[in-house]
């Protein structure tokens, strides 16, 4: 006998965009207790919620709204490598607690650089119009 389907907890908004490159895009918008179900999602809605405290965290040091922050020469460039990102990280709140820490270099650290990235480009092209 086949199992009963899953039922997916509803999404606490939902809204399309039309977009003229990929057209009508439809936006769920998730939180505690409507994350959606299945093998494995726990452990990536917990690595989400980490990567965007982190992720704010970096902005508020690299990014205002008018492009990226001037830095003086005597700040620590955090996202100069992983093994410098890990090491701040570790003076951080946002520290894993687990031991396993092999997570923050291999998979956050090129998240949030191209995270990082992305949000200047997109700040560079709204400040340009």
């Known amino acids: 006998?086949?199992?009963?389907?899953?039922?997916?907890?509803?999404p606490i908004?939902?809204?399309t965009i039309n977009d003229e490159v990929l057209g009508d895009v439809l936006v769920e918008v998730r939180g505690d207790g409507t994350w959606e179900i299945g093998r494995g999602q726990h452990m990536k809605n917990k690595y989400d919620e980490w990567f965007s405290e982190v992720l704010v965290w970096v902005a508020d040091q690299y990014l205002t709204s008018d492009g990226?922050?001037?830095?003086?020469?005597?700040?620590?460039?955090i996202l100069k490598s992983a093994a410098v990102f890990d090491r701040a990280l570790q003076?951080?709140?946002?520290?894993p607690d687990y031991p396993e820490t092999t997570s923050v270099r291999k998979r956050l650290y090129p998240d949030i650089l191209r995270h990082k990235n992305a949000l200047e480009r997109a700040l560079a092209e709204n400040n340009k119009k």
């Open 1 to 10: 006998m086949p199992r009963k389907k899953t039922v997916q907890p509803d």
């Open 13 to 15: 908004d939902a809204f």
């Open 68 to 77: 990226p922050k001037r830095r003086s020469s005597r700040q620590v460039d």
């Open 91 to 95: 003076r951080s709140p946002f520290y």
